[in-house]
């Protein structure tokens, strides 16, 4: 085998202090938790950055953002075991699914959210990609996720369980029409949006809450995925972007200029 397996998870719309909150053993065997900040305040633009082989950044000051990028390039000659790559081997395509193709990897992507489908721009490089029928289903994917001892694997996976409505469903989901940056449901179809009361602070300190508990099932989840893995294989767990919860007035993310938008954990190790 050419490289180690890649495991790369994106917790939709999770922010930092809803994992820093949450009870994470698993995902501490992986390695330390940092804050750091997406490119972008929604889904599909944040999974294309990473798809071209870029991490959540620390907003560094002082430097260049040419030495920033170059940097992160280089840290995958360790995740992946391989020599010699840089920023020069993901030009012109600037795609890690491609990079990983041309040096033997196994390519697939579980995505949860429907903006992630097969037919969007970001199904390119894959040899296999797949939206998942339930958006709660990182167990399925789980399931799903085999390993070849003579052909290394990438699977970049979309969990929708931290994305709203947090795993709520029903009675215990305040009401909300419309779309708020977000569906009530996943699958809903966009009708003409009705204006509703806002959340109360109450109801935003639920809603956070509960985000924290999803963190704390994809850990659980987690658990199962690590001890199928093969010895080497590096894990990136990450988020694609925040959420605000009352913040200034803000729920949601996307058309939203706030710091809780862009703030991330970001945690990245390899199983020993």
């Known amino acids: 085998m050419s490289g180690n397996n890649l495991i790369f998870l994106v917790m939709d719309s999770c922010r930092f202090d809803s994992y820093q909150r949450a009870k994470t053993p698993n995902m501490d065997r992986l390695g330390l938790g940092e804050r750091r900040y997406s490119f972008a305040s929604w889904t599909s633009p944040s999974h294309y950055t990473y798809l071209m ?38 030009v ?15 390519t697939c992507a579980r995505m949860s959210l429907p903006v992630l489908n097969p037919t969007c721009h970001l199904n390119k490089h894959f040899d296999d990609y797949k939206l998942m029928a339930n958006h709660n289903d990182f167990a399925g994917m789980v399931k799903d996720i085999e390993f070849d001892e003579d052909e290394p694997q990438f699977y970049f996976c979309n969990l929708g369980e931290t994305h709203y409505p947090y795993m709520l469903d029903g009675d215990s989901l305040p009401h909300i ?47 199962a995925l690590i001890s199928q893995s093969p010895v080497g294989t590096h894990f990136i767990v990450t988020a694609d972007h925040g959420e605000c919860f009352g913040e200034s007035g803000y729920f949601g993310h996307g058309p939203i200029v706030h710091e809780k938008v862009l703030e991330v954990p970001f945690l990245e190790g390899r199983k020993k």
């Open 177 to 223: 029409s419309g779309v708020h940056g977000v569906f009530k449901r996943m699958d809903d179809e966009l009708g003409q949006a009705q204006q509703d009361q806002f959340f109360d602070e109450r109801q935003m300190q639920d809603l956070h809450q509960q985000q924290i508990k999803t963190v704390e099932y994809v850990d659980g989840v987690l658990d």
């Open 53 to 90: 082989g870029m991490i959540p950044h620390r907003s560094p000051q002082g430097v260049f953002a040419s030495e920033v990028y170059k940097q992160d390039f280089v840290k995958w000659v360790d995740r992946l075991g391989i020599d010699g790559l840089s920023f020069k081997s993901f």
């Open 92 to 106: 012109p395509n600037l795609s890690l699914p491609k990079v990983l193709q041309d040096h033997g990897y196994r």
